[in-house]
């Protein structure tokens, strides 16, 4: 059902790969909800993924940049604004990568350089994309930035190694930009941790399926799901979160004030 949350609104929207992808829900759910967008991916992501289709079903037009380049957001941005006609109203930032996890690096063995990679892409591009949104005063006033995090930038989590410190900074990036952009502009930044979920990413950790089961158990609500995020994200780009700003939001079924559930009592019992 549509209640026309985003009438009138144009986005950008960061990292939709393939249907399993929560930015792809994203895109969805905001072209139902009345948005303009634009769909943008590094070139060889959207090599690998199926992003013109999505495009071709939501009337949108895709702008190939690599986030970690901010020649190349600079292009983003204003062509973004000119494909839609003024400036933009929010923005989703759904990009990580960790070249260790790839290669199977436990944390003792990380590549240094690996490391600088994924904290560039993971977390540093999302400074580069508030920087030149700034510097192009391309964002409208009460616009929305989200980013997509995980509750593993405060606790510890086995094989997800570095990407605990990427979104542990992407998450300070969030209160530190939100607090600069909200002066100036009024515009509000926030970060969505969300559970767990089965794209194409999170199928990439060894021992996701065993850890997606656990999560479940140890949420009252269960997991939410990529289509519960993107709920969520409609919900932070809609004028009725004017005011939430430098948050780091749970959207977990609850897993983040669990300390234990009778799912997981049971499970040790056997």
Not at 202 to 225: C, H, Q, R, W
């Amino acid at each position: 059902m549509s209640y026309n949350l985003l009438k009138g609104k144009r986005g950008i929207i960061f990292g939709a790969l393939n249907e399993s992808s929560i930015a792809w829900k994203v895109a969805e759910m905001a072209a139902a909800e009345g948005a303009t967008f634009t769909l943008t991916n590094a070139p060889l992501a959207m090599r690998m993924g199926e992003i013109n289709k999505l495009a071709e079903s939501t009337g949108s037009t895709i702008i190939p940049a690599d986030a970690t380049s901010v020649e190349e957001l600079e292009n983003l941005f204003s062509e973004s604004v000119k494909v839609l006609g003024g400036k933009i109203d929010f923005v989703l930032h759904s990009i990580g990568m960790s070249p260790n996890i790839r290669k199977s690096k436990n944390y003792g063995e990380l590549n240094y350089d690996f490391f600088l990679k994924t904290l560039d892409i993971s977390a540093l591009s999302f400074h580069k994309v508030m920087h030149v949104a700034e510097k192009q005063d391309a964002m409208a006033e009460y616009g929305s930035i989200v980013a997509l995090s995980y509750i593993a930038a405060q606790r510890n989590y086995p094989d997800y190694t570095d990407m605990s410190q990427a979104k542990a900074a992407l998450e300070s990036i969030a209160r530190s930009y939100g607090a600069r952009f909200a002066k100036l502009k009024k515009v509000r930044v926030n970060t969505i941790s969300q559970s767990p979920t089965k794209t194409t990413a999170g199928a990439g950790i060894a021992g996701f399926d065993v850890f997606y089961e656990f999560a479940n158990k140890m949420s009252p609500l269960g997991n939410a799901t990529a289509e519960d995020c993107a709920n969520y994200c409609i919900a932070m780009f809609s004028d009725f979160t004017r005011m939430v700003t430098m948050q780091n939001l749970m959207h977990d079924g609850g897993f983040s004030s669990s300390g234990i559930t009778e799912e997981i009592i049971e499970s040790m019992k056997k």
